[in-house]
């Protein structure tokens, strides 16, 4: 009898435990979900945001990386001629990246951020979408801006990707931890 008691409170034991163990896995914004926090960053404010994101959704990192790096002189939007004015005039372009994230079908939610150009997604954006399979993925933006919102960027990815299941995305200039759980909290994810 003393051993059957010691088994069953060794078993309840345990099942509290895992019990609290997954509350508080939710609590720190933990799903079941796989995420993939992918970005694009020409200066470096987007790998910051991503970085905080990936810290709250315990997502993993990657970077959309050009197959040739921008310049200063390519991202000086004041010269009608320089490689992202090109690039953000024509929208079939397509810059190259270095290369593709592997095993993309192993996640549930990909995180999709980038610096907001003339109110759009960089073009090198469009690029990862087109060669990544991400129908039945949730797919959410997130943004760095100087000046613009989400909302451009957001409906013209969403209007050229229609197939894809687009959430609400967030503007993430100067955000800390605190503001990210709370969105991703209040998102349900």
Do not use: C
Request: a positive charge; proline letters at 4%; charged letters at 25%.
């Amino acid at each position: 009898m003393y051993r059957f008691l010691l088994i069953l409170l060794s078993v309840v034991g345990m099942a509290i435990a895992t019990g609290a163990q997954q509350r508080q896995d939710m609590s720190k914004g933990k799903s079941n979900n796989k995420i993939l926090v992918a970005y694009f960053s020409a200066t470096g404010t987007t790998a910051r945001a991503a970085e905080k994101l990936a810290d709250v959704t315990n997502g993993e990192l990657y970077a959309i990386v050009p197959a040739r790096s921008y310049t200063s002189a390519d991202l000086d939007w004041n010269d009608k001629r320089s490689r992202s004015s090109v690039e953000m005039n024509d929208p079939k372009s397509r810059p190259a990246i270095k290369s593709k994230k592997e095993n993309i079908a192993d996640y549930d939610i990909i995180f999709i951020g980038y610096p907001i150009w003339w109110d759009l997604a960089p073009r090198i954006i469009n690029t990862f979408i087109e060669s990544h399979d991400l129908k039945g993925k949730t797919v959410i933006p997130f943004a760095t801006s100087g000046g613009s919102t989400l909302a451009g960027s957001a409906a013209a990815l969403k209007k050229t990707y229609p197939a894809l299941n687009w959430r609400e995305g967030r503007l993430l200039n100067r955000a800390d931890e605190k503001s990210i759980r709370t969105w991703i909290d209040n998102s349900k994810l």
